[in-house]
């Protein structure tokens, strides 16, 4: 079955407290991308990668990272967690890049940061 | 400033009645517009695609039009079901650019 797979699905921490929230997709798709989503806000993406290695930043990076060393897996990084990054995070995967291909959404990570 | 504009925020509607969102966007140039339909807590599905050069497109009960001079599309939900309750999210994809623009949403909530 074609899927995105993100770990772990709920996460409470602290702040300062790093930790990797990862995705994995098993479709062989190229361009992956990361969201977040608070109320009122909508999705906002943080970092896309159009294939392996190639990485770029969306529109609110700031306080992560990201890797992709594999095609399929497009971990985040939170080396220091604040409240502010308190939110329901998506991965997500599409075969093009940019071009109207589906995108799959994983379901998703909510993440506390007390 | 969001490229993006979604209207209304949220509507309530009965089981079988029709409703239209509104979508308006600045994003420019253009290269296809989306429609996603997100359930509570899970993560978004894909309703329908659309180029710049098309101007309506279904899936199901779901119409999607577009109309790229004035930039604006719409999504009609024809005979609405219980289970249409749900966020539905207006995404616009600029030319030769990976980023995405997302809207806010509208909230959709069917009454029995």
């Known amino acids: 079955e074609a899927q995105v797979t993100q770990n772990p699905r709920y996460l409470i921490t602290v702040t300062g407290k790093k930790l990797t929230v990862t995705c994995s997709q098993n479709m062989n798709h190229e361009y992956m991308s990361w969201y977040r989503q608070d109320p009122g806000l909508g999705l906002r993406q943080i970092y896309y990668?159009?294939?392996?290695?190639?990485?770029d930043k969306g529109d609110v990076p700031e306080g992560y990272k990201v890797s992709r060393k594999e095609k399929r897996n497009f971990p985040l990084i939170l080396e220091s967690p604040s409240p502010n990054q308190t939110s329901l995070y998506f991965c997500a995967s599409t075969q093009g890049q940019g071009w109207p291909d589906t995108q799959y959404f994983g379901p998703g990570t909510r993440l506390t940061v007390l | 400033k969001n490229q993006v504009e979604q209207s209304p925020q949220s509507l309530i509607i009965l089981e079988g009645k029709n409703c239209t969102l509104q979508?308006?966007?600045?994003?420019?140039?253009?290269?296809?517009l989306r429609w996603y339909k997100q359930d509570t807590g899970r993560g978004p599905v894909s309703l329908t695609i659309m180029t710049f050069s098309e101007n309506t497109k279904s899936n199901g009960r779901y119409t999607a039009t577009l109309d790229a001079d004035t930039k604006q599309s719409s999504l009609h939900i024809t005979a609405s079901q219980l289970s249409d309750s749900a966020s539905y999210i207006c995404?616009?994809?600029?030319?030769?650019?990976?980023?995405?623009?997302f809207g806010a949403g509208t909230t959709v909530t069917v009454r029995a």
């Open positions: 990668s159009m294939n392996v290695e190639v990485t």
């Open positions: 995404v616009v994809s600029p030319l030769n650019d990976y980023k995405l623009s």
């Open positions: 979508c308006n966007y600045t994003v420019s140039p253009f290269s296809n």
